[in-house]
């Protein structure tokens, strides 16, 4: 087993920024793809922004340019850097990983609780 933490959300004013972290703990052989998704009441929920594990980004067309992810292996931690926010960057955030639990074992999906942003004057 394995379980994410999140830290980092907040109120911020539009324009301001924000920084998001999640660590993973708990029986980590090696953990794949890292990520950040958000969800806002009645949506579904979509990614943000995804690193591997060999460090290649990818991110949402609405967040280019503004968010920055970025991992430290080391630590199990995926970082998410929020910057020139927008009021519809409101949201949850939660942090996924793809956790493998032993050196032959399949790669599970793990979430986060999720941490609240809100951008608003």
């Known amino acids: 087993q394995a379980q994410l933490v999140e830290s980092g959300g907040g109120l911020v004013q539009p324009g301001g920024s924000l920084r998001l972290s999640c660590t993973a703990s708990?029986?980590?052989?090696?953990?794949?793809?890292m990520g950040w998704y958000r969800q806002t009441p009645g949506k579904q929920r979509e990614v943000v922004a995804r690193?591997?594990?060999?460090?290649?980004?990818n991110y949402a067309d609405s967040v280019k340019g503004r968010f920055t992810i970025s991992r430290d292996s080391a630590q199990n931690t995926v970082y998410l850097q929020m910057s020139n926010l927008k009021p519809e960057d409101t949201a949850v955030y939660y942090c996924?990983?793809?956790?493998?639990?032993?050196?032959?074992?399949?790669?599970?999906?793990?979430w986060g609780q999720g941490t609240q942003a809100t951008v608003s004057l």
């Open positions: 996924n990983a793809g956790i493998r639990h032993t050196a032959s074992g399949g790669s599970l999906d793990y």
């Open positions: 708990g029986s980590i052989f090696s953990i794949n793809h």
């Open positions: 690193i591997t594990s060999g460090g290649t980004t």
